[in-house]
Structure formats: C-alpha cells, structure tokens
C-alpha cells in the first residue's frame, strides 16, 4: 500500500499538469509579494502574463561547465583575433563617449570595451530569454530559489521604475541583462543614465551601458593609475605555495624571487605597488602578476579565467 502512494506522488509531481499547477500557486505568492512591496498591479499583470517554466533554463543551469576547461582553451574560446579587431574598431567608434565615462568615473575606456567585448561580443549577443520567465523558471526550481525569487522582484521593480518593458527586458538564461550582462541586483547598485534622458538602459543605449560598466568597477574599487595586471615569466622551481591571491609582494620582492618579464627582462619599477602571481593552468602554464584592479575585475565575475582574460583583452584594444 505504502509503495503504491509513493509512486503515485512520484506519478502526480512529474505530470505536466501537477508541475503547472504547481507553479501558477507560486507564482501568486510571488505576485502578493510585488504588491506588497510596492510594485504597481499594471507592472505586475504586464510581466506574468503567461509566464511558464521555461525547460530549457533548468537544462541550461544544470549543465554549468564546472573545471571543465584549462585557461589556455578558455583565452582561445574569447580571445580571437576577430574579437580583438573589433574591440580596436569598438574602442575608436565610440572614443567620445567611451571617454566621457572613462574620465567621470576614472576607469580606462579598454576596460569597458573588454568587459562588453566578453560579456556580450560588443552587444551582439545578449542572450536568447525573456528575463521575466527566466528568472521566475529559476527561482520557482529550488536549487537556488531565495536568491532568483530576489532577483525576480528586482526585475519588476525596474519594469515598474519604467527604464524597460517587459517584451524588451532580454538577457541570459540566468537573468543577466543588457549588453553589460547586469543582474537586476548590479543594475540597481550600479546602473546609470548615462545619456541624460532619465532611464538607465542597458539594452540600447551605449552611453548607459558605458558609464554603468565604469559605475560598476569605480564603486568596487578601480584604482585609475594602475593597470590590471601583466603577463610573467617565473623562474624554475618557483614554490607552489606562494602562486595565488593569497600572497601580496611588492614588485621588489617579485624581482629578487626571479619574476621577470615575459622576455627575461626586470619587472618595471613600482614603489608601492603589491601584486599576487596567478597561475591559471599551474606553474608550467601562463603566469600573470595580478595587481588589485584584477581584484576589481573578479568582483564583477569570481572567475580567475575571466579576470585574466579582460586584462589581457583590453591590453589588446589599447595597442
């Protein structure tokens, strides 16, 4: 009898119709929520309206590639010498506005072209959902629920704030949005009206998207007068233990530890100035001494791949 009820439960939670159900019930908890915090009723009927699970958003978050990949494939995957002479062509096209960020938030205008040529191509590719779905996909699931529901409610709060529509606000499967790729959470900590006309759109306007990528890393810490990083050679029999973030030296230290330039020469001379040898692929593979704007750079993605590889692009752009 007991294994009867239990493969009838296992029968009605897998059924389509149980799974709907199931949902929409959520999904007027959520709606009670976003009232209850001040989201107007038109913004929310406007953003469910026929919302569903989305599958493919749970496939897509259950296949996360996780150490799958060594930095050297990584670097070829994002790096290409396409996206390289873009960035160049980016960088040129757009210098008046790209510089007006840079110099009101003190962050090089490479940096910016980097970050927007890796998160989305330079605004080419975006993402394929609907954010609202997708969110609500997420955080209807389970595995991470607390935090989508968060960033569910953040995203009607934008729609209510009037910045997007609900049809336009597109983005990655996980809700990451616009041509800068911000979760509805960094759009509001860090988003900006970069042209004047009173929204902060990340979807269209580049002087938005410009000066709220400067936002992002000014307020997390960039330090203007320093670079991210720069690629190292490190000596035979360098120890293990002080390769990482984890261990700051000064430059001089560096040197008589036998890091030099990439060609044998002396490290640049920097008073001052602390730095951590990263080692993405271990000790036989690329070293990079990495200063604390590297740091800044991993607040917007906790990815040592990612950091490097946005130093590494916008030193391209900049040549």
Known sequence: MRARLILLLIILVSTPAYAAQNFDAWLDGVKKEALNKGISEKTVQLAFNGVKPI???????????????TFAQYYDRVISAQRIKQGRYEYRKHRDALEVAAKKYGVPAHYIVALWGIETNYGGNTGGFKVIPALATLAHDGRRSDFFRKELLNALKILDEGHISAQSMNGSWAGAMGQNQFMPSSFHNFAVDGNGDGKRDIWESLPDVFASTANYLSRSGWKEDERWGREVSIPQGFPKPLEGKGTKKSIDEW???GVTLPGGGKLPNAPGLKASVIAPDGL??????????????????NSTYFATSVGLLADQIAQ
């Open 55 to 69: 599958p493919r958003v749970i496939e897509l978050d259950r296949k996360q590639p996780e150490g799958t990949m």
């Open 284 to 301: 036989n593979g690329r070293t990079f001494l990495a200063y604390d704007n590297f740091r800044v750079i991993m607040k917007w993605n």
């Open 255 to 257: 040197t008589k530890l």
